[in-house]
């Protein structure tokens, strides 16, 4: 997701320096246009979706904070002065359990923790935050997926008749609604609902450009999701270019769950915080997670 992030932002950068360039060639060539670069207040950054493998005893929990910069400027990490996920509904099984897990900065802006797998399955989980004396806050709750089936390689092609097919095949349960994110390796990803097969085996094919060649391995994953993600992952999917007009100009940021709750007390409503212009891009999810592996032939 962080990928995705990055990308839209750099996509934003490269709209503008296209449009810069239409104006000076607009003007002349004889002419000297001297354009003022917008500026932009750095704004933090949160990859925390967690793919939960509910096979494992214990989860590693990774959570990616970076810092966006002004146009043309590089994303460096965040140093954050505390990032915890809490969980006041899970029960601690021994003394020393507790319904809190710090995490800790194990590479520049790279932030993990451990933690029994079934701390994060049930109840209602907040990703806590401090950086430059601010608050931040995101609550979201464990979201399940089903196995995938099966992955083949296809035979039919695009537009250059060099893509690579693979057809992607997971079976839907029928007692609720489904919402998916499928990631499909490269920094591609899909959404998909069940609101057409809900209870139904769905097969779709996705195509690989010729970056993908000969015995190539691809890992694809298959994560539930809630609508609000799903919503988000679809804009951020729109907006970064990916699997979609590679041409659209993204029209604003993306706010993903995570809010500014810094000077937040029981007098300001939710939608206050919402519509505050500081917010954190990025977003914090619990998925269950299926993956599969293919080896192009």
């Known amino acids: 997701m962080q990928k995705m992030i990055d990308t839209y932002i750099r996509k934003q950068f490269y709209h503008f320096f296209a449009l810069l360039l239409v104006l000076v060639l607009a003007v002349g060539c004889e002419d000297v246009v001297d354009v003022e670069v917008p500026k932009a207040s750095p704004r933090l950054s949160i990859d925390a979706l967690i793919r939960l493998d509910t096979s494992q005893n214990t989860t590693t929990v990774r959570v990616i904070a970076s810092l966006t910069n002004s146009f043309f400027g590089e994303i460096t990490p965040a140093s954050l002065s505390s990032i915890s996920i809490i969980n006041q509904d899970y029960i601690p099984s021994e003394p020393l359990d507790t319904q809190e897990l710090p995490l800790f900065e194990v590479a520049p802006g790279v932030y993990e923790g451990s933690k029994g797998t079934n701390f994060f399955t049930k109840g209602e989980l907040k990703l806590t935050i401090e950086h430059n004396n601010q608050k931040y806050l995101a609550i979201t709750r464990f979201v399940p997926s089903v196995p995938l089936v099966s992955l083949v390689q296809g035979s039919d092609t695009l537009f250059t008749g060099e893509e690579t097919e693979v057809e992607v095949t997971f079976l839907d349960e029928n007692d609720r609604s489904d919402f998916y994110l499928v990631d499909l390796d490269f920094g591609d990803y899909l959404v998909t609902e069940d609101k057409f097969y ?100």
């Open 198 to 297: 809900n209870g139904q085996s769905f097969t779709f094919s996705y195509f690989y450009d010729n970056r993908v060649k000969k015995g190539r391995t691809i890992e694809i994953s298959l994560l539930g999701v809630d609508e609000p993600f799903y919503n988000y992952m679809n804009q951020l999917i729109v907006q970064s270019g990916i699997n979609q007009d590679p041409f659209q100009t993204p029209s604003a940021a993306v706010r993903g769950n995570i809010l500014n709750v810094t000077n937040f007390d029981n007098t300001n409503s939710s939608n206050t915080i919402e519509n505050s212009d500081n917010f954190v891009l990025g977003y914090f999810a619990i998925c269950q997670t299926f993956t599969k592996t293919i080896t192009i032939k």
